[in-house]
């Protein structure tokens, strides 16, 4: 009996500098599909060294542009990965042999090591940052939350102790950026499910949330990075709860 195929399906929007690697990653797959958002710089001349399965079209969100290349993909399990990641040799060795075993899951949750700033950061609650990634075929979509998209599947779900790296933020400014952006989304979402909010809230919280990543999660163990990355996330607390509060000041003060 033949293993199961694999297809990989990577989503990006200008990642000519982090795609390679990427790519370089799961070039033993069965098929690789990448899916573009409208790149202007060499991302999609650097995809079609690896792969002929290319689509460009414009964003429309994480889950629908993830969902999107799952409907293109032909393997009987599929993959899904951001251009930032990569997989571990460790990683693809488990995967081959859950291809030879046929599962038996519906769908894995992988261990993500992020890196920060060139070394991977082991605590702050960062690692193992488990996501669902890894599915039988039409049996795994993803939900378009508010802030950052997620994996259901139908049947059994199953974790896996190999890891898949993760080199998210470029700097502190893309930290800060992508922080704006996100915080806007959150707060409507906050508002949207009807939770209070407060002055107070502009305080303890982002305390609350450096305390709980520095302190009980150990993130001081990571050095200048734990403290660092502590501090970024209290402020992107910060302006999740002070954009709520604002939006909330404002519908008062239109009714």
Same mark, same amino acid.
């Given at each position: 009996?033949? &293993?199961?195929?694999?297809?990989v399906a990577v989503i990006a929007w200008n990642e000519e500098e982090r795609?390679?690697?990427?790519?370089?990653?799961?070039?033993?797959? =069965?098929?690789?599909? +990448?899916?573009?958002?409208?790149?202007?710089?060499?991302?999609?001349?650097?995809?079609?060294?690896?792969? =002929?399965?290319?689509?460009?079209?414009?964003?429309?969100?994480?889950?629908?542009?993830?969902?999107?290349?799952?409907?293109?993909? @032909?393997? =009987?399990? +599929?993959?899904?990965?951001?251009?930032?990641?990569?997989?571990?040799?460790?990683?693809?060795? &488990?995967?081959? $042999?859950? #291809?030879?075993? @046929? *599962?038996?899951?519906?769908?894995?949750?992988?261990?993500?090591?992020?890196?920060?700033?060139?070394?991977?950061?082991? !605590? @702050?609650?960062?690692?193992?940052?488990?996501?669902?990634?890894?599915f039988r075929r039409g049996a795994g979509r993803f939900a378009d939350d508010?802030? !950052?998209?997620?994996a259901r599947v139908s049947g059994p779900v199953e974790q896996l102790s190999?890891?898949?790296?993760? !080199?998210?933020? /470029?700097?502190?400014? =893309?930290?800060?950026? /992508?922080?704006?952006?996100?915080?806007? #989304?959150?707060?409507?979402?906050?508002?949207?499910?009807?939770?209070?909010?407060?002055? #107070?809230?502009?305080?303890? /919280?982002?305390? *609350?949330?450096?305390?709980?990543?520095?302190?009980? $999660?150990?993130?001081?163990?990571? *050095?200048?990075? @734990?403290?660092?990355?502590?501090?970024?996330?209290?402020?992107?607390?910060?302006?999740?709860?002070?954009?709520?509060?604002?939006? /909330?000041?404002? $519908?008062?003060?239109?009714?």
């Amino acid at each position: 009996m033949s &293993r199961a195929r694999l297809s990989v399906a990577v989503i990006a929007w200008n990642e000519e500098e982090r795609l390679r690697a990427c790519l370089e990653s799961v070039a033993w797959a =069965d098929e690789i599909l +990448v899916v573009d958002a409208e790149s202007t710089d060499k991302t999609v001349v650097l995809a079609r060294e690896f792969t =002929d399965r290319i689509w460009v079209r414009p964003w429309p969100g994480f889950a629908a542009q993830k969902n999107f290349a799952l409907d293109q993909a @032909g393997g =009987d399990w +599929v993959l899904s990965l951001d251009a930032d990641e990569r997989v571990t040799p460790a990683l693809r060795e &488990r995967i081959v $042999r859950l #291809l030879a075993e @046929g *599962g038996p899951a519906a769908g894995y949750r992988i261990p993500r090591q992020n890196v920060f700033w060139g070394a991977w950061v082991r !605590h @702050g609650g960062l690692y193992p940052d488990y996501q669902l990634r890894l599915f039988r075929r039409g049996a795994g979509r993803f939900a378009d939350d508010a802030v !950052h998209e997620s994996a259901r599947v139908s049947g059994p779900v199953e974790q896996l102790s190999e890891p898949l790296l993760h !080199h998210s933020y /470029r700097s502190l400014e =893309d930290f800060v950026q /992508r922080a704006n952006r996100y915080s806007t #989304l959150a707060a409507r979402d906050w508002l949207a499910r009807g939770r209070p909010v407060g002055p #107070l809230d502009l305080i303890f /919280r982002p305390l *609350g949330r450096f305390l709980s990543m520095y302190i009980m $999660r150990l993130g001081f163990l990571d *050095g200048w990075r @734990g403290f660092v990355l502590a501090v970024l996330y209290a402020d992107y607390v910060f302006l999740r709860m002070a954009k709520a509060w604002e939006a /909330r000041l404002s $519908r008062n003060d239109t009714n």
